[in-house]
């Protein structure tokens, strides 16, 4: 089965930091070009941050740009995204996803894992 | 950044209703449109690609059309499994890839 699954959530006060991951099952990963997408409680979904098969190639939203850094382990099977100098406004579910082979949509999404960043 | 306004933001339609959503992206994105389905506590789904090629398995009431800035999603007859929020997503200019702000759509 191919299968999304992330880890690393949790609460954190402003300016902390917290490490996600995302393991893949069910599919070749390096092949594939990986995203974080995000969605704050009752809102829409948000991009985050995206990195190409290899890991040559990331990019990032603004609202996140030197404060995360997306990687990926093609060895584990793996995307991570360290996150440093959190603030309120990124408390967040954090969905990792999978690009899909014949577009740049996503066709893989995985459950989340929720970020809260609070005093 | 290109910049992607659905609309409505919300509507009421009945179970075998035909029910239309329309995306507009700032600038042209060449049929480069993602559609996807999001029901409460769960992951989005992608329903559609390219603007109009139905992603394996999702049913083909589902369709897309649309050019140029324009697109649209129209469900031909609403099933109850079908309430939830809708997401365009445009992947023609990235970074960053963009949303719509999403339609919720809900049963009369």
């Known amino acids: 089965e191919v299968q999304l699954v992330e880890s690393g959530g949790g609460v954190v006060r402003p300016g902390g930091s917290l490490r996600l991951s995302c393991a893949a099952s069910g599919f070749t990963f390096d092949d594939y070009g990986m995203s974080w997408v995000r969605q704050a409680p009752g809102k829409g979904l948000e991009w985050v941050s995206g990195i190409n098969w290899n890991g040559g190639s990331t990019g990032y939203a603004d609202s996140v740009k030197g404060r995360f850094t997306i990687s990926r382990d093609n060895a584990k099977n793996s995307l991570y995204l360290q996150m440093n100098s959190l603030r309120a406004e990124d408390t967040a579910l954090y969905h990792c996803?999978?690009?899909?082979?014949?577009?740049?949509?996503?066709?893989?999404w995985g459950q989340g894992t929720m970020v809260t960043v609070s005093s | 950044d290109i910049q992607m306004t659905q609309s409505p933001s919300s509507l009421s339609a009945s179970v075998g209703d035909r029910v239309t959503i329309t995306c507009r992206a700032s600038?042209?994105?060449?049929?480069?449109l993602a559609w996807y389905q999001q029901k409460p506590g769960k992951a989005p789904k992608l329903l559609l690609y390219a603007a109009s090629r139905l992603e394996s398995g999702v049913p083909s009431r589902f369709s897309g059309s649309g050019s140029g800035t324009d697109y649209t999603l129209t469900i031909s007859s609403l099933q109850p499994e079908d309430f939830a929020t809708y997401y365009c997503q445009q992947y023609y200019s990235t970074p960053p890839v963009t949303f719509g702000q999403g339609t919720k759509v809900e049963i009369k």
């Open positions: 600038q042209g994105i060449s049929n480069s």
């Open positions: 996803a999978r690009e899909a082979s014949n577009s740049e949509a996503f066709d893989i």
